[in-house]
């Protein structure tokens, strides 16, 4: 039997972007598409610029990921965005754990590091997680920041 949910067009509405703890997280192609991404990753580059431009000796944007599906292309697509932005971008040629990229933000002397994981979440998820140029977690971003659904 197909539960009643399925019916619903609200059951397919992507949720709204909300930054929690280190980054964003949705259900792939319902929350977390490309489109979405694209737009979401430069403003966290100025986010990451405007706050940590100071601790950074250049630009450069770090960008890794997971093996979750799809996850090289999300980061690929963020990476071209992020540079188009005119930000230096490092993508990672191989799927990495965060704090290797962690360390590279500190190694590179970055201003930090997005990063296509969902964490622990259920392999539905993907997300994307924003390091700062000291290599940690930076606090949620702002709703105000983000002016995309």
Known sequence: MIA?????????????IQFGTDGWRGIIAKDFTFERLIQVAPIAAQVLEQTY?????N?????????RFLSEEFAQAAAHAVQQAGYPVLLANTYAPTPALSWAVKHRQALGALVITASHNPGIYSGLKVKGAF???????????????
């Not at 009643?4 to 709204?16: L, Q």
């Not at 630009?59 to 093996?67: A, E, P, V, W």
């Not at 940690?136 to 983000?146: A, E, I, M, R, T």
């Open 53 to 57: 431009g100071a601790l950074s000796p």
């Open 59 to 67: 630009r450069l944007i770090i960008i890794g990921y997971d093996r």
């Open 4 to 16: 009643d949910v399925a019916h619903s067009p609200d059951a397919f509405a992507p949720a709204a």
């Open 135 to 149: 290599g940690g977690s930076v606090p949620p971003l702002s709703p105000k920041q983000f002016k995309t659904n």
